[in-house]
Nanobody, 119 residues
Framework: QVQLVESGGGLVQPGGSLSLSCVGS????????ARWYRQAPGKERELVAS???????????NYGDSVRGRFTVSRDDARNTLTLQMNSLRPEDAAVYYC?????????WGQGTQVAVSS
């Protein structure tokens, strides 16, 4: 049974930082693409970051335009954990953040973790 569990959300002031984690079971993140998405009230779900293993080693990493340069996605293969380091947070970054991982062409989602950015 595949399960993704996010944690690390909370309330932070503008300019602050948060680190989100997603622990996977029943699948291995390095075997296929894994992504962070977010969804704010009244808005569509937005891709935040994507990470996938490269054949020659290393990873393919991509970011949404709104977070590039501020957020960093990483993967701990030993712990099968996906991390999103978020710096220089802005009020518009407030949303529910979800991790997604793919196994055998099926996408699995976590339950989400809430991030609030406010002074």
């Amino acid at each position: 049974q595949v399960q993704l569990v996010e944690s690390g959300g909370g309330l932070v002031q503008p300019g602050g930082s948060l680190s989100l984690s997603c622990v996977g079971s029943g699948l291995t993140f390095r075997d296929d693409v894994a992504r962070w998405y977010r969804q704010a009230p009244g808005k569509e779900r937005e891709l935040v970051a994507s990470i996938a293993s490269a054949a020659g080693g290393g990873n393919f990493i991509n970011y949404g335009d709104s977070v590039r340069g501020r957020f960093t996605v990483s993967r701990d293969d030993a712990r099968n954990t996906l991390t999103l380091q978020m710096n220089s947070l802005r009020p518009e970054d407030a949303a529910v953040y979800y991790c997604m991982a793919r196994l055998l062409n099926t996408d699995y989602w976590g339950q989400g973790t809430q991030v609030a950015v406010s002074s």
